[in-house]
């Protein structure tokens, strides 16, 4: 069954060779997808026959958004800590501790309530694939079964067992290290595609660059696939290190040095920008336009998570990468899609073309511009492709 989707004001298909730009845009266009697959893409004038029609009469239609950090697996919430960030008190992620003890007493119900939500809510906002990481259970079962449950949601799961130290191995981190790389990496690389650590020497409740070079490498001789926390809090070895073992991504780079920025440009490693993090915890923003003007490939994402940012929205985190970090609208459109999908390795999403995954997005307005344009207004959904005719 074919589906001509038809009435598109403005097409972006991150495909220079399919359009205008970097974002290959096509204005009046069409696009025909089959069997969840893209099919044709071009001018609505020249479209081939469908079985069925959805006019999205005369709105914008992207690819679906790829958030590539994510933290859905969670019980509880921090809305006092923030109220009390709000107030003067300084971020240093001491406060997950408070919601691993949450996760691991929420029953699997009520995990899984929580996380259907967040990704309904993200959905309906317009993006079609989330990477969701573990990082709140913290002892081998319940790293786990966060993982376990992360993969009923989606492909793209995450094992950071080196999120924190958790309370019980407080002043000995080197023997959490120990079971994080040994019984708690075997329990969850089955249900996992990647490892990620905190790696973070400023603060005092994440890992150190030689405790992160042991995850990393010992989830590499795992056959998992490597992601980085980098460089929030301070400048450290994080971003180094990720481009040294071939990280897909190093993700949020706020604190860089020129080595650190070389160390990107010449290598394959995605930055991976997280600007709610930095909106969520009243910290300065990174520099997206020192990384672009240098070459780096970057992606957004909104690190979705109970403590530093808890939003789920995509178009947030691109009116911020535009107001706030020099990204014109058309590259923080193409991070949040085409970077996103080059965070996660994917060749299928964040663009649209022959050989894409249908997942389109469809925006209340006529061209990519008003998702930076008009903040806070809820522009962007995932089109549904049941209501054709
Ligand atoms: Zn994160």
Redesign the pocket.
């Known amino acids: 069954m074919s589906t001509l989707v038809t009435g598109i004001a403005e097409l972006v298909t991150n495909n220079p060779r399919l359009g205008a730009g970097p974002l290959g845009l096509v204005p009046d266009a069409a696009v025909v997808v089959a069997d969840g697959a893209v099919t044709w893409v071009g001018p609505a004038s020249a479209a081939p026959a469908a079985d069925r029609r959805l006019d999205v009469g005369g709105r914008a239609v992207l690819p679906g958004f790829v958030d590539s ?1 994510a ?1 859905l697996v969670f019980g509880g919430d921090r809305a006092v800590e923030f109220e009390a960030r709000m107030s003067g008190q300084a971020y240093d992620g001491g406060g997950i501790a408070s919601t691993v003890g949450a996760t691991r007493s929420a029953t699997d119900e009520e995990l899984r309530a929580r996380l259907g939500a967040l990704v309904a809510e993200m959905r309906a906002q317009g993006t079609t694939t989330v990477e969701v ?1 573990s990082g709140y259970g913290l002892s081998v079962d319940d790293e786990a079964r966060a993982l376990r449950l992360a993969q009923e949601v989606t492909a793209e799961t995450t094992f950071l067992g080196a999120h924190v130290v958790p309370p019980e191995y407080a002043g000995r981190t080197d023997d959490y290290v120990e079971l994080v790389c040994g019984p708690m990496l075997a329990a969850c690389a089955p249900h996992a595609r990647w490892i990620d650590v905190f790696c973070e020497p400023a603060s005092p409740h994440a890992f150190d660059a030689d405790a992160s070079r042991a995850v990393l490498a010992a989830g590499s001789d795992a056959g998992l696939g490597l992601r980085v ?1 980098g460089n929030q809090l301070a400048e450290g070895p994080g971003v180094r290190l990720a481009v040294e073992l071939g990280a897909a991504s190093v ?1 949020h780079c706020t604190h860089l040095v020129d080595a650190d920025v070389d160390a990107l440009a010449g290598g394959s490693t995605v930055a991976t920008l997280l600007p709610g993090v930095e909106f969520s915890t009243r910290s300065p923003y990174p520099d997206a336009r020192r990384l672009l003007d240098a070459g780096v490939t970057v992606a957004l994402a909104t ?1 979705c ?1 109970p403590g530093s940012c808890f939003t789920s929205s995509m178009p947030l985190v691109v009116a911020l990468a535009v107001r706030e970090m020099g990204m014109t609208p058309a590259e923080a459109v193409w991070s949040a899609t085409g970077g996103g999908a080059a965070a996660l390795r994917r060749a299928d999403v964040g663009w649209l073309g022959v050989g894409a995954r249908a997942d389109l997005a469809v925006l209340e307005a006529p061209s990519y511009r008003h998702l930076a344009y008009r903040p806070g207004v809820p522009l962007a959904r995932t089109l549904d492709l049941s209501q054709a005719t």
Do not use: L, T, V
Request: hydrophobic share 0%.
């Open positions: 950090h933290h990481k926390h993700d690190d998570n």
